[in-house]
């Protein structure tokens, strides 16, 4: 892979980080979350493009590396707001995810869902968006409310992985 790949490669996703800039999302975490992506693509491109000499071998896969962690985050923003989400939990998930977790007022939640069966967390420590805590649930389940608690079950597991002491 060329040093002109890699900056064309992290081009076309800040030009498609651009266009979800423009998409309505049901609550602003979800902008915020691409907003943040968007930042860390620009610094990036900066970076890459200011470079004098040829890019490393290991520069280029940081950077390749990067754009895909970017690209997996934003399939999962834009799951966000897919209709199959139960859009008015996200307001008490929120404030309790604010009262578990140790990132308080700051914390940011993006409620999405996923096609394998097994909900997940990113509990504020992906490295991309370390402020957000990430609930993916199960897409085959979306229109079953029994499966909300999972939402709890989620959020007790990311309090009990994120190191509190440090608040």
Not at 35 to 40: E, R, S, T
Request: proline share 5%; charged share 15%; hydrophobic share 45%.
């Amino acid at each position: 892979m060329t040093t002109r790949y890699s900056i064309q490669k992290v081009a076309s996703a800040l030009e498609l980080l651009r266009e979800f800039q423009a998409f309505a999302f049901p609550h602003p975490d979800s902008a915020d979350a691409v907003g943040a992506l968007v930042q860390i693509l620009e610094t990036l491109n900066v970076a890459l493009t200011n470079a004098t000499d040829k890019l490393d071998e290991k520069t280029r896969a940081q950077a390749t590396d990067t754009v895909s962690d970017v690209l997996e985050l934003l399939g999962v923003i834009a799951n966000s707001a897919n209709v199959r989400n139960a859009f008015e939990i996200h307001g008490p998930v929120l404030k309790l995810a604010r009262q578990l977790l140790a990132g308080g007022d700051k914390t940011k939640l993006i409620l999405s869902f996923e096609w394998d069966y097994v909900p997940y967390t990113y509990p504020q420590n992906h490295v991309l968006l370390p402020n957000f805590v990430v609930i993916g649930l199960p897409a085959s389940e979306a229109s079953n409310a029994l499966v909300l608690p999972a939402v709890g079950h989620e959020l007790w597991a990311a309090a009990g992985s994120v190191d509190t002491s440090l608040s």
